[in-house]
């Protein structure tokens, strides 16, 4: 009898809290995820665990899954790791980056809009030994190009061919080398407050300034995906540049240390944006500033459709 009244008064009480605040669930559930962010990075903080023991994790996992959707060019988990471990060689070969170097352990990543003197800033903000560009930004680099030699920056660009001086062709070294993974020696000393990337400020109050992104921190960004449910099946809308924390960390990063697919495209397109969305069964897709009202201010004839639910 005890048991019973018990049991009603706390169902009662259950039921007025639900009553007077309809997302306790919520709430209880975010604050559940919260913890386990907290717990991810201790285990992080105390047994070094970095994005490439998360990606390679994933490749064991589901090694057929698609990881990158790119103009209707895919590429699995599997090929992505291969296709990673032949950039990594030819670097290594051709490069002679060693751990430690800007781009070996430690990736700079350029806004491509920057040009002539902040172009060279950033390469004096993080020490760079190499750069890597592609055809379409061959103009961009031409302007800098004198000073990058003067200071042994190696050029090298994405292209099956490279006829100006000073270019070097990457293409090709790639197709050349070998998808056998490296020695996980050459990562040994890395640790949770080890350099992992270079984010550069946008430059609109004076020269791009770099932001020195550890590990640590990098984790602390790629964990929001937690707190919101992205779920392994999702799929992912990323159009966001990926030289900065949003796309790259909170997006690329999150949804790999997740196992989701994305749909990576070149830049945001409110045109082809809900056309996107039901071209590739789009589950999440990523927002930031103005995007949202361009999308509430789109036609409601062009964003008809039968979705999943999108999370936003």
Not at 19 to 34: E, Q
Not at 158 to 167: P, T
Not at 194 to 209: E, F, M, N
Not at 260 to 286: A, E, H, M
């Amino acid at each position: 009898m005890i048991a019973y009244v018990l049991c009603t008064v706390l169902a009662a009480f259950a039921a007025l809290l639900y009553l007077r605040n309809p997302y306790l669930l919520a709430d209880l559930n975010y604050a559940i995820n919260a913890m386990y962010v907290g717990y991810r990075l201790g285990q992080i903080q105390s047994r070094f665990y970095g994005f490439l023991d998360c990606f390679l994790d994933r490749v064991a996992r589901h090694p057929d899954k698609k990881l990158i959707i790119f103009e209707d060019v895919s590429y699995t988990y599997k090929q992505a790791d291969a296709e990673s471990n032949k950039v990594a060689r030819a670097l290594s070969a051709h490069a002679q980056l060693k751990p430690g170097d800007t781009l070996g352990c430690v990736a700079a990543l350029l806004n491509y809009n920057i040009r002539s003197r902040s172009l060279l800033h950033c390469f004096s903000c993080c020490g760079a030994k190499v750069l890597i560009t592609s055809p379409d930004l061959r103009e961009a680099v031409e302007e800098v190009l004198p000073t990058l030699r003067e200071q042994g920056i190696r050029v090298f660009v994405l292209s099956d061919h490279v006829e100006a001086d000073g270019f070097e062709n990457l293409f090709d070294k790639i197709q050349k080398a070998s998808d056998q993974p490296l020695s996980p020696e050459l990562r040994a000393n890395i640790h949770h407050k080890s350099p992992a990337l270079y984010i550069y400020t946008s430059g609109t109050t004076g020269l791009p300034k770099a932001a020195i992104i550890t590990h640590h921190r990098a984790w602390s960004a790629a964990l929001a995906q937690e707190m919101v449910g992205v779920r392994s099946s999702d799929i992912f809308y990323l159009y966001l540049p990926l030289y900065h924390t949003a796309g790259f960390l909170m997006g690329l990063c999150g949804g790999i240390n997740k196992g989701v697919t994305f749909v990576l495209k070149r830049k945001f397109s409110v045109s082809s944006f809900w056309d996107d969305c039901r071209k590739y069964n789009i589950t999440v897709i990523q927002y930031i500033g103005e995007i949202m009202r361009y999308l509430c201010n789109t036609p409601k004839v062009c964003i008809t459709a039968d979705f999943q639910s999108l999370l936003m």
